[in-house]
Nanobody
Framework: QVQLVESGGGLVQPGGSLRLSCAAS????????MGWYRQAPGKQRELVAT???????NYADSTKGRFTISRDNAKNTVALQMNSLNVEDTAVYYC??????????WGQGTQVAVSS
């Protein structure tokens, strides 16, 4: 089993920044993909960004150029730096990890609210 603990959500004004962090524990010695998904009210869950162990990153078009994903393989952590936030970024953000290229384990989620 894998446990994921997220932190860093909150309320921010449009144009502001937030940094999300996630720490993985448990049977994690061969995790490949780490990343973030989000779900806004009334919408389907969607990809934000993922990062493979080899450094290959995948971003949603809506987050490219504003969000940056990073990971520390030694510490089994993944972070998401979010800049130039807008109201459309308001959502619950979920940390995900997997042993392949797709998510297998999901965190509980952390709320990000962008509002003036």
């Amino acid at each position: 089993q894998v446990q994921l603990v997220e932190s860093g959500g909150g309320l921010v004004q449009p144009g502001g920044s937030l940094r999300l962090s996630c720490a993985a524990s448990g049977i994690i010695f061969s995790i490949n993909v780490m990343g973030w998904y989000r779900q806004a009210p009334g919408k389907q869950r969607e990809l934000v960004a993922t990062l493979l162990r080899d450094g290959s990153a995948n971003y949603a078009d809506s987050t490219k150029g504003r969000f940056t994903i990073s990971r520390d393989n030694a510490k089994n952590t993944v972070a998401l730096q979010m800049n130039s936030l807008n109201v459309e970024d308001t959502a619950v953000y979920y940390c995900v990890v997997g042993f392949g290229r797709t998510p297998q384990y999901w965190g509980q989620g952390t709320q990000v609210a962008v509002s003036s």
